[in-house]
């Protein structure tokens, strides 16, 4: 067998097909990278599934054979199969309006306590749960989560990887099984929900037409198919004493335990408890993340990601800061013009140039992660010495030193694939190339240049910026 792996890897901005050799070392390779992004049709956002189906066969094409292929991606979103196995419309994107007030509805339905107390997760507008409430389900045979549709398409075998299915809200988080009873308190077909699966088993050989196309054969394996749980499990950590931020699209920060933290205060602070691998609990926050940097460029046509946060760092500290996690934020838009509106809501001026909107931007999502990090401290009673920061934002050294900064905690950088990282290794691991976690965790370290920055600046400094925006 090789000790060749691909990973599919779509995040909410682009996806990529990746090729991992472990013959000497880990060494990774980018087979084929393409943009992802909302389309929006008739009113409705959706996913390209399609396009991106193409451009993932396209990448498989490029990286040649492997001994075993994984699909990670963003988590909540689904396809609906109908009793043929054929797809039921095009998904719909986790920032489309549809579930507005749903979730309200079901907590007050079913109440927001019993509903932490089952699932353990943070409510957001958009977990599976009030998105399928939100849908029509007539004529729904099957409920797909992404890269268990695209394991479909490739293999025809339908499962529903854990880690992932974790996102749902209709997951026990204590069993790891499907919540039967949530599921029938809810109205939802029982029969939606497939079989569940762990990372690291067989899905399936390629089919043939699949093989055909590409010019290659080989079984797809599931992985963390949550992409944070990927990232999570690539974490370059050599001990328990770390906190983590995923750094993307969205800002995922807390900590790796045990066991859930079911607490009155833990949902209060809206702290939620996926599954990792291993029976690992990630206990974590969502932070907005870089989609506010990545709105702000959208909003510029033609402005250059590195000139504008070189001319970030020479602006001055705290001239504005807003509420990262605002749900005015969430959809996409005008960032900019949101930004300066939640400015003159808070009482302050708003940026007045690119470089101050980024400033903006990256000092306020520092403050996020100070705050998440703090409180899963707090609320798991985990001890942190170092914060790993990972995914293409650890690639923006001056938020990586605004972290720190924020946070009063040293901050490792690195790797910026490491969902990727997650995605082969877990399939290494069932090869038996691989032995355990920690293994994974130090392959990763010894493979990749990572970034340390020291805590320095004003602490009182940025209590009171965090103060601000509380
Ligand atoms: P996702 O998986 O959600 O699509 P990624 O982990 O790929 O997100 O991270 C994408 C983000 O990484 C971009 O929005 C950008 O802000 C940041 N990024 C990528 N490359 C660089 C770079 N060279 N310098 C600074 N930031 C970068
Ligand atoms: C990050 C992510 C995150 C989810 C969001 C929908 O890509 O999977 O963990 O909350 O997308």
Request: aromatic share 6%.
């Amino acid at each position: 067998m090789s000790s060749r792996f691909a990973a599919v890897d779509l995040g909410a901005s682009s996806g990529r097909v990746m090729l991992a050799d472990l013959s000497d070392g880990l060494r990774l390779t980018e087979a084929h990278r393409f943009p992802n992004g909302p389309v929006r049709v008739a009113g409705r956002l959706h996913w390209d599934i399609l396009g991106l189906y193409r451009e993932i066969l396209t990448g498989l094409r490029a990286a040649g054979p492997v001994s075993s292929i994984g699909v990670d991606s963003w988590a909540v979103d689904y396809g609906l199969l109908d009793e043929s196995g054929a797809l039921l419309g095009n998904p719909v994107h986790y920032r489309d309006d549809r579930t507005r007030g749903v979730a309200e509805r079901v907590a007050e339905s079913a109440g927001a306590a019993a509903l932490y107390e089952t699932s353990g997760l943070q409510v957001l507008p958009f977990n599976t749960v009030y998105q399928l409430l939100a849908d029509r389900l007539d004529g729904a045979a099957t409920m797909l989560l992404i890269p268990d549709l695209i394991g479909y398409w490739l293999t025809g075998e339908i499962g529903a990887e854990v880690t992932n299915a974790s996102t749902t809200g209709l997951l026990d988080v204590r069993t790891r099984s499907w919540a039967s009873p949530l599921i029938e308190r809810l109205g939802l077909p029982a029969g939606l929900f497939p079989p569940l699966r762990p990372p690291g088993e067989a899905v399936g050989g390629l089919r043939s037409d699949v093989a055909a196309e590409i010019g290659w054969s080989a079984p797809v394996m599931t992985v963390a198919s949550h992409d944070t749980a990927s990232a999570v499990a690539a974490v370059p950590a050599d001990g328990p004493a770390f906190a983590y931020i995923s750094c993307g699209t969205w800002s995922l920060a807390g900590v790796e335990l045990p066991e859930p933290v079911l607490t009155p205060e833990s949902r209060a602070a809206n702290f939620t408890n996926e599954a990792g691998i291993d029976g690992t609990v990630r206990y974590l926050r969502n932070v907005m993340g870089l989609w506010l940097l990545q709105e702000c460029l959208r909003a510029w046509p033609g402005s250059d990601l590195g000139e504008l946060l070189a001319a970030a760092a020479g602006e001055p500290a705290f001239a504005a800061v807003v509420n990262p996690d605002e749900p005015a934020f969430l959809p996409p838009g005008d960032m900019p013009a949101r930004i300066a509106a939640e400015c003159v809501r808070t009482g302050q001026k708003p940026p007045a140039t690119p470089a101050a909107f980024v400033r903006c931007v990256l000092e306020s999502l520092a403050l996020g992660h100070r705050l998440a990090v703090r409180q899963a401290m707090e609320l798991s009673g985990r001890e942190v010495e170092v914060v790993h920061l990972v995914g293409g934002g650890s690639r923006n050294e001056l938020l990586c030193r605004l972290t720190a900064d924020a946070c009063g905690l040293p901050v490792v950088a690195g790797p910026a694939e490491a969902t990727t990282f997650g995605n082969v290794l877990v399939q290494a691991r069932a090869a038996g190339l691989v032995a355990d976690l920690a293994e994974m965790r130090s392959l990763v370290a010894a493979s990749q240049p990572l970034r340390r920055y020291e805590p320095s600046g004003d602490a009182r400094a940025w209590a009171e910026a965090a103060a601000r925006i509380s």
